[in-house]
């Protein structure tokens, strides 16, 4: 959160008004102004950012977990699956009782049974701290891409240097109706090869996987129709990625 820095934090630590983070949000004017040096001024900044942070995506919220294994792209494609945190808390419990019940995520792309295991467990460690939080969060679900893209079925992994940064190039990839996945395999529809591509980039030559460069790639995404030799691949059941 902007405005609440390491010093503030000690300092609230200090005097005994937070213990967790979730505690930042039984934060009020009152228990700030009791600090020292902290300003009328100060207080409502630090307030204001905290509002601010009340509100977030099920992604975001479970890509800031710190989950083993589950990085940006996949804690997208779960919190899709299963739009809100009670329902994710609900399978988790479910899985617990009989481990079968944990294939129902490898349905999924990008997540096998290792995957799947370790959000069931890194979920289950981290229950306490998840439910203490949903009292003073505002989970939104995601804003779902609408179909007909340019790249609508296909599915894209990402790899070197390009001129943007690579979440920029994976939101351009999903903002167009494709999917990004972090491995190359047969499956694949495309490889987004930037400099220094490296060993990505010969599996996908060694698959016959297709390569584009950062400009073919965004002018397949101006395009308002997928090109027709280009086809989407099949879903893959299993595999794996913030």
């Not at 409502?44 to 509100?55: G, P, T, W």
């Not at 494609?77 to 079968?100: C, M």
């Not at 460069?213 to 691949?233: A, N, V, Y």
Request: proline share 3%; charged share 25%; hydrophobic share 40%.
């Amino acid at each position: 959160m902007d405005g609440i820095g390491e010093k503030l934090v000690e300092q609230l630590i200090d005097e005994n008004l937070i213990s967790s983070i979730a505690d930042l949000y039984r934060l009020d004017e009152r228990m700030l102004l009791s600090l020292d040096r902290m300003g009328q001024k100060s207080a409502d900044k630090v307030l204001n950012e905290i509002k601010k942070s009340r509100s977030m995506t099920f992604s975001k919220f479970l890509s800031a977990l710190g989950l083993p294994g589950i990085g940006p792209e996949l804690a997208t494609a779960i919190s899709n699956h299963f739009k809100d945190p009670e329902q994710l808390l609900a399978w988790v419990d479910d899985s617990l009782a009989d481990n079968s019940q944990m294939l129902e995520l490898t349905s999924i792309e990008g997540v096998g049974e290792i995957v799947a295991l370790q959000l069931r467990d890194g979920i289950h460690l981290r229950k306490a701290f998840i439910t203490d939080h949903l009292v003073f969060l505002t989970i939104q679900q995601e804003k779902l891409v609408e179909a007909g893209g340019p790249l609508e079925g296909m599915t894209f992994c990402v790899t070197g240097t390009l001129s943007e940064s690579r979440k920029s190039i994976q939101a351009r990839i999903k903002a167009g109706g494709g999917k990004v996945v972090s491995s190359v395999s047969g499956n694949l529809s495309v490889l987004v090869a930037g400099e220094n591509a490296g060993s990505k980039l010969a599996k996908a030559e060694k698959l016959d996987v297709q390569v584009w460069d950062e400009k073919t790639l965004l002018q397949r995404l101006s395009r308002t129709t997928t090109d027709p030799e280009i086809k989407p691949s099949a879903t893959q059941p299993t595999l794996f990625d913030y």
